[in-house]
């Protein structure tokens, strides 16, 4: 049991353990291997270094130590352990022997099927290996009898066989002399038959023989034969090939056969350049009449297919051609290859660039980025056969210089697409008048504008992309995989565009007179909306919806969201400000025009309100409604709660008595300026052009303190008798019943009305006030 239960400590004990015995070495072994199985299995480190950690490893009791006695141990249990324990201690045993039992019966049938395995396998070798031998043994007697007979014939054969190998190269000669004998009449039937490349293969396998023995008359008659025979053949290679009626390969081989037979080099490769250029010019005239403006010219992918199967496919068979026969040449040969490719590449690029200028007004990227891609991919060939004439380099730059044409093309595009958004606006808004019907709101207006212009930029977008589509050649190209996207697409196209319409609305905001006179006052309110729009999440949406599609990898600074969005809030602001402007213009000509055309100093007494006064209400209220569609409310001061029936307060109060009081007496004029200048020092300044926020109430209080305060000059301006004093104050309560709910504060109309009111009977002879009670019935009667 204790055999089974420690099978740890006797694997490191056996027949090559150390002589001193098991009280010295053998136990540190084992405790060294003890300690890195507890290292494996992550115990601490001091048990992991094979020191002992709990028991004595040398305790009898131990039933994992290695001096384990069973009498020790079951004395042991006896004394110190109940019964209960004892019978626990009797199970857990049982239980692992009878586990380990287990294992070592597993074990042992797991071995004996591999020892049988084994013996069976040996068992095969065996007999395999004793068929092997007696196979070897007779292989090596029929070797050796081989041998032996091979050794005879061999010792038989001697003197034959080396009067067959004289024979022999006595035979081999003679059928060169033959061959020698027959070259005349062989060249002379291959040119007859047109088989020059056999008759240049004769000429030279017996080139060197003839030339070294030409002493001997036989071999000197053949060889000025053989001669006389080459020459012709030369002169109708020649001629074959300046007639230039075949293509390119036949070409070549004419002018390989000429080399072959010694023909000088340099003059070869002149002529070998002017035919092969007068074959592409061919080609070239043949582009040149199809951009001719009589014949209808063909689309631009099919001109690139013939050009690039013409002129491109034939330059590459020239220059391919050229240097293997002329490679003997060197750099001067390459040279001279290089400046004819450049020269009539650059006359195919022109025609290229000419053809292309034509798609410049089409819309369709498509067919033109398929077109760049066939020409760019054909001059991949010549361009690696002649890097030094840089085709590659020209295609490339052309290719760039479409795409910044596309771009430009696309921005002006952009730029025609957003005028023509306004000038539908402009006629939406002139129809309902004209027709005398209800048109779209100004909120439609806005949606319809911004999804076509949102619209019109995506499109945009789809059609440069194909540009930077994988499958295009040129794709992989460092401008547009960085600049072309960054500066381009992103800087110049989009950034460009809403520069541009930011610039195109701030135009409208001119000075009366000029364009913005004739501006619609809600196509500004229009295009501040839209400008706010821009600023508030469009410039946004824009930029990182370009960005994902064109993945920028340009270090060239961009310019940022803030930047764009800061000048379009900037040109929200100045619309707005200026549709405050123009419409505060419009009310305040119909009240100067009703100020100055009127006689006030022989006015009747006033028995209602004036029109004029009724129209600016209206107008006014217009305007709210047309504000509101595009502008949230705002925020108002709190209001007192009889703002809607003050009864002029402000100007029959005991306050506004005691100023016109000394008025009334012709005594005291001078105290009465010098009471109304004093009250101005206390009062509030108005700020009539303060800057306008985006909201409702804003606007109108803006455009109602430009009306009120043109209407306090003008009324400065004029002298009033008392009835006409009487009725600027029924027009200014009438004003005062109904503006004071469109502004922020309505402090801000009592004051200038108040002033107004003020003026008017500074400037009258006999200021005497209407009563209010009266003031109310006119004004509700009106």
């Known amino acids: 049991m204790a055999a089974a239960a420690a099978p740890g400590p006797g694997l490191g004990s056996g027949p090559g353990d150390s002589p001193e015995g098991p009280e010295t070495e053998a136990p540190e072994r084992r405790r060294k291997a003890h300690g890195m199985l507890k290292l494996y299995y992550g115990l601490s480190e001091g048990e992991a270094a094979g020191y002992p950690a709990g028991p004595d490893p040398l305790d009898p009791t131990d039933l994992n130590g290695a001096h384990f006695d069973p009498e020790v141990y079951l004395d042991k249990l006896r004394r110190e352990c109940p019964l209960a324990q004892l019978m626990d201690s009797e199970t857990d045993m049982v239980r692992q022997i009878r586990a380990l039992d287990s294992d070592m019966q597993t074990l042992v049938y797991e071995n004996y099927n591999k020892f049988i395995s084994a013996t069976d396998t040996i068992r095969k070798m065996k007999n395999d290996f004793r068929k092997m031998e007696d196979e070897m043994d007779r292989l090596a007697t029929n070797m050796a009898v081989i041998t032996n007979f091979s050794a005879r014939i061999s010792a038989t054969l001697q003197d034959r066989h080396e009067r067959i190998t004289k024979l022999a190269g006595v035979h081999a000669l003679l059928r060169k002399l033959q061959f020698l004998f027959e070259l005349p009449s062989r060249l002379t039937k291959c040119v007859e038959l047109g088989a020059y490349g056999q008759a240049v293969r004769y000429q030279s396998r017996a080139r060197a023989v003839l030339q070294q023995y030409q002493h001997l008359p036989s071999f000197r008659a053949i060889q000025d034969d053989c001669q006389v025979i080459t020459a012709g053949l030369a002169q109708q290679l020649r001629q074959r090939f300046r007639e230039g009626g075949s293509g390119a390969p036949e070409q070549a081989e004419c002018v390989e056969l000429l080399l072959a037979l010694g023909e000088p080099a340099e003059e070869l490769c002149q002529e070998f350049l002017a035919h092969a ?190 540009f930077t589509a994988k499958e295009v050649s040129f794709s992989n190209k460092s401008y547009f995989r960085g600049e072309f996207c960054s500066q381009g697409v992103r800087e110049g196209l989009i950034v460009g565009f809403i520069r541009s319409m930011c610039q195109t609305a701030q135009s409208f905001c001119d000075s009366p007179g000029e364009k913005g006179g004739a501006t619609p006052p809600a196509l500004l309110l229009l295009l501040s909306r839209l400008c706010l729009d821009y600023e508030t999440a469009t410039i946004s949406y824009i930029l990182t919806l370009t960005d994902e599609q064109f993945l920028v990898q340009d270090p060239s600074p961009v310019t940022p969201v803030s930047t764009l969005c800061a000048e379009a809030r900037e040109t929200a602001r100045k619309l707005l400000t200026h549709y405050v402007k123009v419409q505060g213009l419009v009310i305040s000509q119909m009240l100067r025009k009703s100020v100055e055309t009127r006689d006030w100093l022989s006015t009747l007494e006033p028995r209602n309100v004036r029109a004029v006064m009724k129209r600016v209400v209206e107008d006014t209220t217009a305007i709210d409604v047309q504000v509101g569609l595009l502008y949230e409310e705002g925020v108002r001061k709190a209001q007192s709660s009889d703002s809607s029936k003050r009864t002029f307060s402000v100007y029959s109060s005991s306050r506004q008595q005691g100023r016109y009081a000394p008025s009334y007496t012709p005594s005291a004029p001078m105290d009465t300026n010098l009471l109304s200048n004093i009250q101005k020092l206390f009062s509030e300044r108005i700020d009539v052009f303060s800057p306008v926020e985006f909201n409702k109430v804003s606007v109108l209080t803006g455009i109602i303190k430009i009306s009120l305060k043109t209407l306090l000059e003008c009324v400065r301006l004029r002298t009033f008798g008392r009835f006409g004093l009487q009725q600027v104050q029924v027009d200014c309560h009438f004003l005062q019943l109904y503006l004071w709910r469109f502004v922020a504060d309505e402090e801000l109309v009592h004051l200038l009305l108040d002033e107004v009111v003020a003026s008017a009977a500074l400037r009258c002879p006999d200021p005497v006030p209407m009563e209010p009670s009266v003031v109310e019935v006119i004004c509700e009667r009106g």
């Open 277 to 466: 250029r007068g074959r592409l010019e061919e080609e070239l005239s043949s582009l040149e009449t199809d951009l001719g403006p009589s014949p209808p010219a063909p689309d631009v992918l099919e001109f690139t297919d013939r050009g690039g199967n013409g002129f491109v496919g034939g330059l590459c068979q020239v220059a391919a051609a050229y240097q293997e026969l002329f490679a003997a040449q060197g750099p001067a040969g390459a040279e001279k290859l290089a400046v004819f490719a450049r020269e009539l590449g650059g006359r195919y690029f022109a025609l290229v660039e000419r053809r292309l200028a034509q798609e410049q007004g089409g819309s369709d990227n498509s067919l033109l980025v398929r077109a760049l891609d066939r020409f760019h991919r054909r001059l991949r060939a010549p361009g690696a056969l002649l890097a030094t004439a840089g085709l590659s380099e020209a295609s490339t730059e052309i290719v760039e210089r479409v795409a910044r044409e596309r771009l430009g093309h696309h921005l002006q595009g952009l730029k025609a697409a957003f005028l023509g958004c306004l000038t539908d606006v402009r006629q939406a808004l002139a129809a309902p008048r004209l027709a005398g019907k209800e048109g779209p709101s100004l909120a439609e207006l806005l949606a319809n504008v911004a999804s076509s212009i949102l619209s019109h930029i995506k499109a945009s977008l789809a059609a440069v992309h194909l």
